[in-house]
């Protein structure tokens, strides 16, 4: 009789799977969740023209869980760990972008698409949603300077009159 009403009470609520397996013998639980990577990249920024390191420079991931990004420090190096939940062969994108402007010399942002592969692998998946880490070290990015055009500056035109 107590089981009854439990079973009337949660179907008013909405719960009428639950009411139904009110026993609660479950042998294979649901799960719920997203398969995910944990990625990690190391490296260095520099200027394509000269070689010299560029400070604060944001990286970034594509699809990160945490929109986690970082930025390169005064020798132009980077560590970014990120978890995804998206996992491709072709590899992953990452952004290097000038968010500083002209602080730092004004560089075009790039887009990197990254491949990992098993020899990259640092911890091994549980089995289910976590499918493992995976650590790249050997990231060199060379970014350009925005190229000055005469249109940055405008000249005041004159009237005609």
Request: glycine share 8%; hydrophobic share 35%; proline share 3%.
């Amino acid at each position: 009789m107590k089981n009854r009403l439990y079973r009337w009470t949660l179907s008013l609520l909405g719960f009428s799977t639950v009411a139904c397996s009110l026993d609660l013998n479950i042998e294979d639980p649901v799960m719920y969740g997203v398969p995910s990577v944990k990625l990690t990249i190391k490296g260095q920024v520099t200027d394509a023209e000269t070689g010299k390191a560029i400070p604060g420079i944001q990286v970034s991931l594509d699809h990160a869980f945490d929109d986690s990004d970082t930025r390169t420090n005064n020798q132009g190096e980077f560590i970014l760990t990120s978890r995804i939940d998206r996992w491709d062969a072709n590899g992953v994108v990452y952004r290097f972008s000038d968010v500083d402007g002209a602080q730092n010399g004004a560089y075009t942002d790039r887009e990197l698409p990254l491949v990992f592969s098993e020899a990259n692998q640092t911890e091994k998946g549980d089995g289910s949603w976590y499918n493992g880490a995976f650590e790249r070290d050997d990231i060199e990015v060379a970014l350009r300077k925005v190229a000055s055009t005469d249109t940055a500056e405008e000249t005041p035109r004159k009237k005609n009159s």
